[in-house]
């Protein structure tokens, strides 16, 4: 009993957790360290609770000898997405690819999100790891058709045009650096990291990036397909096809 009590508790923690770190409106109001801090004590709630079932499983078997399945099976399940894979997630954005890369908190069609919880939906573009502040670089030649608050989930957005009916959209600004209409050169400066829209919890601030085809929001690939490196100011890059470089300085 006193397991599912702690259950019962736990997975309304975590719940809320993710419904506030989801909402724009609730994510920038709240204290930057709250949802990292509910999302610890739910994760050890869940943790505390699935070895709990564990060992009255094992003493039910014993006295009874009968099994109990559904209260492990609850836990184990609840362990997973709500411990281990975002505890394997942070390994991860704490890891720096050998090649000098920077790291891809949610790459493109992920069902996880920067944090490593599960999404309501596929994930859109790449999250490319970045610190506070860091300057946001343009991913390829254009012209800027939007740069502005978008008042969702990506915050602060700057939108850039490029040839062959591509278009490439960055999210989560904390500070804009072009206006609408500017003719921008890869790797230059067009804003800095934030947190703006949904709120990246300390150590996951990152650039959100897309790359949409013609007019249709709807219409997306993925960037990392035609990502070639780091921003190298001595490289010349494909002139009769978009070829992309990080957002971030490597």
């Known amino acids: 009993m006193r397991?599912?009590?702690v259950l019962w508790f736990a997975l309304p923690t975590v719940v809320l957790t993710f419904a506030g770190a989801s909402s724009p409106w609730v994510a920038q109001r709240a204290p930057r360290f709250l949802f990292p801090a509910l999302a610890a004590v739910g994760g050890a709630l869940v943790v505390f609770s699935f070895v709990r079932s564990l060992i009255q499983f094992v003493r039910r078997y014993r006295g009874e000898g009968r099994f109990r399945l559904f209260p492990?099976?609850?836990n184990v399940v609840a362990t997973v997405f709500l411990v281990t894979l975002p505890v394997m997630h942070l390994v991860r954005a704490l890891t720096a690819p050998g090649?000098?890369?920077?790291?891809i908190l949610a790459g493109f069609g992920d069902w996880l999100g920067s944090e490593g919880y599960p999404r309501l939906s596929p994930h859109r573009g790449i999250d490319v790891a970045g610190s506070m502040g860091a300057d946001v670089l343009a991913a390829a030649d254009g012209r800027v058709t939007a740069a502005r608050d978008n008042l969702d989930l990506c915050g602060l957005i700057v939108v850039i045009d490029h040839e062959h009916d591509l278009r490439t959209v960055?999210?989560?600004?904390?500070?804009i650096a072009v206006r609408v209409g500017d003719v921008v050169k890869r790797g230059q400066r067009i804003?800095?990291?934030?947190?703006?829209?949904?709120r990246a919890w300390p150590g996951f601030e990152h650039v959100h990036l897309e790359?949409?085809?013609g007019r249709?929001?709807?219409d997306i690939e993925d960037p990392l397909s035609k990502i070639v490196g780091c921003f190298d100011v001595m490289k010349r890059y494909a002139a009769d096809?978009?070829?992309l470089t990080y957002p971030v300085k490597c």
């Open 211 to 213: 790359l949409q085809r």
């Open 170 to 175: 960055y999210c989560h600004f904390s500070e």
């Open 241 to 243: 096809r978009l070829v």
């Open 99 to 103: 090649d000098g890369a920077p790291p």
């Open 191 to 198: 804003g800095a990291v934030g947190t703006s829209g949904q």
């Open 216 to 218: 249709d929001i709807k």
């Open 3 to 5: 397991t599912g009590r």
């Open 72 to 74: 492990v099976v609850v």
